[in-house]
């Protein structure tokens, strides 16, 4: 996909994000907005997926381990065309499949998520079992940086790098916010490369908001033979919206009227 279709994309995933929070029950607003770049040049430049085939074998794997980013999930899986783009309206209605967290009754969601710290896990379960199968399938997986405070994500890490799963690729969205301030107030994760690097994964740093840098980044991995890969992508929290941006009280909200009206002028002025 070219550079405007990019920019196109994922100003109209961010349009469904913000619609989404404009239900009765609202939704994780703040980190599906950071996430939301990563994900659209994921599902349109790298991943390899088909809608039309979303059990094939030799599918790339996605995991969104940090599972309250649902609603950005099921807006870029609705523009990839693995879902109806009107069934985002039934977002937590009752009878719908679109949950709060991700479930695999929607086409596209690999595994159920939202307790956190479980899906680097699962992800290296997928790589190791392409590899025993001789396929070239890679794993991605999006974790939370206030995600990063579970233990369960540092075994895996340490797992994954004694396997020397290099087809295995973590992507942090590193917003510096989480539900009650800011992740280094509460539980420091600086200096987030280097414990990384001490893990032995290869690491590169991006601006998680550049399209291009994410597109060479994640297209081009594995970089190293033997090591798993990690992006960690430098983010905004409620990146598109400057009323919501780099603002703890964005992680969940339900928008009024007037706030929604208020935020889809805000996109469509291409308020970034």
Known sequence: MTADGLRETALRIRRHIVDMCAGPEGGHLGGSLSSADILTVLYFSVLRCDPAAPDDPGRDVFLLSKGHGAIGLYATLAERGYLPVAELATYARPGGRLMGHPVRAVPGVEMPTGSLGHGLALGLGFALSARLAGRANRAFVLLGDGELQEGSCWESAIA???????????????????????????????????????????????????????????????WEPGRPSVVVASTVKGQGLAMVAGKAHSHYATLSERMHARAVRALRAGDR
Do not use: C, K, Y
């Open 160 to 222: 994954a790098a004694a396997q020397g799963a290099d087809n295995l690729v973590a992507i942090v969205d590193r917003n510096g916010l989480q539900l009650t301030g800011a992740t280094e107030q509460i539980s420091p994760l600086e200096p987030m490369a280097a414990r990384w690097r001490a893990f032995n994964w290869a690491v590169r740093e991006v601006d998680g908001h550049d399209h291009e840098a994410l597109r060479e980044a994640l297209a081009s991995a594995p």
